[in-house]
């Protein structure tokens, strides 16, 4: 590899705004190095807030970190800048991949296709996202962009692009995953029915003790209460409940009138990007809650 | 425990019954001013009706006295609120005449505001449902204790 | 409470002045009763103050049964309205009531601040 941290790293400190910080950035992301991937990426992005390439970087380095969420958010960016972006597609893809739509993940893969007609590995995800099946343990592993100069098609391949080997037992949307790929979804996210029962997801307290049913059940009460509230006060329909904590903050929504999702998270994590969180994550127990019909 | 709401007068049990569900009551006693019990919720032992109808409505004649002798008009309402419990009872205009309700609600599930707030619909839904042509029994004391025994056989299901 | 009766009225000043809040209130957290209060017409305060008291109350319980802790700022937001809740270190709820579409982040501010004088 030409390119060594160090050059990079010096080419990027002689001209802080160069566009050096996407091949510093992937660099670092290849060898490992999350958290200065990290820093570099931000900084970059920083200084370039409307370079598509700039956020796929940063979904790629989110991705590998188990942050899909705002690996999400940046790769949805990416394309709001570069509706033709193949990173920010197939990145979606991946992701969609992962919490088992098909049909959207098949989606963002066909439109790479259209901007990328010759890309095997498009070719061959595509064909797994229309035979239902999908990726047993991916770990998203970026690359392959646009075509533009900088990083792009110098890492590995992106997931989609290269998926692995479909375990035995993969199934599109297993029925315990509700929010499979969404962060927290085994600590900080609860899916219940009216009655306070755990229909999906986990929460764990600062010491990790499971303590998903003993909050669901007062939970059924919080519910019924705020939709009198609401009510009775003639605020219409409550659509949402959030509150911050000593410790943490919870966002509470009605994703459809019998069902009720918590979402938790720590202070440190603003009660606007919960709202967000809680948003997707009603989307996912929405697709789910349809499925079991 | 039965948590059941049963009524001697039909018409008390709709509002009853919306009442404890509204305000997450434990137990509920209506009754008149002189303590015939007309409808009750949560109750189990018909000596507790008799004794809580009995204190209910001693209480209010007193608390009507004190408020009568102060030349003030009657109090709206007395809430006693203890560690767990919390007591409200409160009068309310009927046309079948002046009846007192009694509520008891534990503290973790309500509050004097809920039941205060609910309470005050309560009121409006047995002014509605009182029979129009209903005339206010004279319980004389020779028939109170015949009454009584009358109304606890029909709570309880005797 | 470190305010006297007086000060409640400059405590719920501050959130009433926000635009979008059609009213302000001091409650009991306890009994769920009103303290203080300034409304616009409409708006019933005594149902107001049982209801969010009841639903403070059964959100502590949830709250500390998920390790978060008391709340320190709740806000149930409605189609065509929103509550806004502060709890004071004396258990009085300083409420606002305001439209969807109110500055929550405003109203969150002067909510602590107002708790901040009642105490």
Redesign the interface.
């Known amino acids: 590899m030409a390119d060594d941290v160090k050059t990079l790293s010096a080419e990027l400190a002689q001209d802080p705004n160069s566009l050096v910080f996407l091949r510093l950035g992937e660099l670092l992301r290849h060898k490992g190095q999350l958290d200065a991937a990290h820093r570099v990426a931000l900084t970059g992005l920083e200084r370039h807030p409307h370079l598509a390439d700039a956020h796929d970087l940063y979904a790629r380095i989110l991705a590998d970190k188990h942050d899909y969420e705002r690996a999400f958010d940046e790769w949805d960016m990416a394309l709001r800048i570069a509706p033709d972006h193949v990173g920010a597609l197939k990145g979606l893809a991946f992701l969609y991949f992962k919490v088992g739509d098909l049909d959207q993940a098949a989606a963002h893969l066909e439109a790479a296709q259209r901007v990328s007609p010759r890309d095997p590995g498009i070719t061959q995800a595509l064909d797994m996202a229309r035979r239902g099946e999908r990726p047993a343990a991916v770990a998203p592993s970026g690359g392959g962009g646009a075509g533009s100069g900088g990083a792009r098609g110098r890492g590995p391949a992106s997931p989609a692009a290269t998926p692995e080997p479909l375990g035995p037992t993969a199934q599109p949307l297993a029925d315990a995953r509700v929010f499979a790929g969404l962060e927290g979804a085994e600590e900080g996210l609860l899916l219940l029915d009216a009655s306070g029962r755990v229909l999906g997801g986990a ?5 990790g ?1 499971d ?1 998903s049913d ?2 669901a059940a ?2 059924a ?2 519910s019924q ?2 939709g ?3 009510k ?19 966002h509470l929504t009605p994703p459809t009138e019998t069902a009720l999702l ?1 979402v ?1 998270r720590e202070r440190a994590v603003p009660m606007g990007r919960l709202a967000v969180i809680a948003q997707r994550a009603a989307a996912a127990a929405r697709r789910w809650l349809e499925a079991q019909r | 425990m039965t948590t059941a709401t049963r009524a001697v007068e039909a018409w008390t049990l709709q509002p009853l019954v919306k009442f404890v569900k509204e305000a997450g009551a434990r137990l509920v006693l209506l009754m008149t001013s002189a303590g015939q019990v007309l409808a009750q919720h949560g109750f189990s032992r018909a000596v507790d009706v008799m004794s809580a109808a009995a204190l209910g409505a001693a209480i209010m004649a007193s608390t009507e006295e004190i408020a009568r002798q102060l030349g003030q008009p009657a109090f709206a309402g007395l809430n006693h609120q203890g560690v767990r419990h919390g007591i409200f009872l409160a009068g309310v205009t009927t046309r079948r005449g002046r009846l007192v309700v009694l509520v008891v609600y534990e503290l973790d599930a309500s509050s004097h505001g809920l039941v205060q707030l609910f309470f005050e619909q309560l009121a409006a839904d047995l002014a509605a449902a009182s029979p129009k042509d209903s005339v206010p029994k004279q319980v004389l004391a020779a028939d109170f204790e015949r009454e009584l025994s009358e109304s606890l056989n029909t709570l309880f299901g005797r | 409470m470190t305010a006297a009766p007086a000060g409640y009225g400059r405590a719920l000043d501050l959130i009433t002045r926000v635009r979008g809040v059609r009213g302000a209130m001091l409650v009991s957290g306890d009994d769920g009763l009103v303290v203080a209060e300034q409304l616009m017409e409409g ?2 305060g005594p ?2 103050a049982a ?2 008291a ?2 403070g109350s ?2 502590r ?3 500390e ?19 806004l809740v502060v709890p004071t270190t004396s258990d009085v709820l300083v409420v606002a ?1 305001a439209e ?1 579409d109110v500055n929550v982040g405003l109203v969150r501010l002067e909510l602590l601040r107002a708790a901040e004088l009642v105490g």
């Open positions: 929460l764990k307290d600062g010491g003790k303590v003993a909050v007062y939970l009460g919080v209460e705020a009198r509230t609401a009775l006060l003639g605020l219409g329909a409550w659509t949402g409940l959030a509150a911050e904590g000593q410790s943490g903050h919870v918590l938790v | 708006i019933k149902a107001v209801l969010a009841s639903l059964r959100l319980r949830a709250m049964a998920a390790g978060v802790g008391a709340a320190q700022f709740w806000h149930l937001q409605g189609e065509r309205g929103a509550l009531v969807p």
